[in-house]
Nanobody
Framework: QVQLVESGGGLVQAGGSPRLSCAASGIPFSLSTIDWFRQAPGKEREFLARASPIGITNYADSVKDRFSIDRDNAKNTVYLQMSSLKPEDSAVYYC?????????WGKGTLVTVSS
């Protein structure tokens, strides 16, 4: 019922500025907090950014100066605008939400940053 679908990943050069999208369905989107995480091979899943239903945002210190989370409630979509990408940003990027004490994750979109 709940579905989160990430898109926008791919191969980018260092310094690039892609925008990722997370399209949600099956949830009261306008009432839901949406998060972005990423996971690189051999690493734990890392919190990146959070957008509350009214647009209050929080960021991990590691990306707060380069990444920006935005939401469009009319489109049931959350975006992660990234800039100045580095090879160490290469990872699978996931969106996440919680509802009725359950966690929901998308399948992820792979971002590969070349040097």
């Amino acid at each position: 019922q709940v579905q989160l679908v990430e898109s926008g990943g791919g191969l980018v050069q260092a310094g690039g500025s892609p925008r990722l999208s997370c399209a949600a369905s099956g949830i009261p989107f306008s009432l839901s907090t949406i998060d972005w995480f990423r996971q690189a091979p051999g690493k734990e899943r890392e919190f990146l950014a959070r957008a509350s239903p009214i647009g209050i945002t929080n960021y991990a210190d590691s990306v707060k100066d380069r990444f920006s989370i935005d939401r469009d409630n009319a489109k049931n979509t959350v975006y992660l605008q990234m800039s100045s990408l580095k090879p160490e940003d290469s990872a699978v990027y996931y969106c996440h939400t919680s509802r009725s004490f359950n966690d929901y994750w998308g399948k992820g979109t792979l971002v590969t940053v070349s040097s």
